[in-house]
C-alpha cells in the first residue's frame, strides 16, 4: 500500500472550497486522467478514469463527511484505495487543502509509475487545477452540506438543527443549494 500526501492553499473561504469538493460530478473539470464520476447516492460513487494508459472502473463509499472540515472515503470495488481531504481555514478568504491517499498500484505499469512518483505528481496537479477552479469562478457550482458517520448520513435538512439546516443535493447539481472525495 503506498500513501500520498499533498497540500495547497486556495484563496477562497473554506465555506466555498469545501462546496465545491463535494460536487464529484465536477471532478473531470479539473483531475487528470478522471473520465466520469457518477454520484449514485449521498455516499457512493462511480469512477471511470485513465489509469497508466487502461481505463478502469470503481466504486467508492464516502464514509465521514463533515461540512468544512473533511471527506474521507474508501473504495468498494475495483483497485484498493482510501483517502481523506482536510479542509482548514487560513483566515476569512483563505483555505487549506490537504490530500491523503492510500494506493495499492496495480500490474507493471502502475508500479513503474508509482516509483517514479508519477502518483503524486498527478494528485499535486489535481489540487493546482482544482485551486485555478474556484478561484477563476469565484464561487462554487454546488453544495451539499450533509454529514457522513460511518453508516449513518444525516442530510442535509437534518444537520444543524431539528427544525433544518443548510440544503442542496449531492453531486453535480447547480446552484449554492445543489462534492466531496478525491481520487
Known sequence: METIEKSI??????STVY????????????????EEVHQLDDKRLHWK?????????WDAEIFEQIP????AWRST?????????NFEPMGAARTRVAVRMNYDPEGLVENIGD????????VQGDLERFKQFIQLRGRETGSWRGEIHGRQT????????????VGGTPG???GSSGISGSV
Open 9 to 14: 492553499e486556495v484563496d477562497a473561504p473554506v
Open 19 to 34: 462546496n465545491q469538493w463535494t460536487q464529484f460530478e465536477d471532478f473531470p473539470k479539473f483531475m487528470e486522467g478522471v
Open 49 to 57: 478514469a485513465d489509469v497508466g494508459g487502461k481505463t478502469k472502473e
Open 68 to 71: 468544512d472540515q473533511r471527506v
Open 77 to 85: 470495488s475495483g483497485a484498493l484505495n482510501t483517502g481523506m481531504v
Open 115 to 122: 516509483f517514479l512518483g508519477v502518483v503524486g505528481h498527478r
Open 154 to 165: 444525516q442530510p442535509p435538512s437534518e444537520v444543524g438543527s431539528p427544525l433544518g439546516g
Open 172 to 174: 453535480g447539481a447547480s
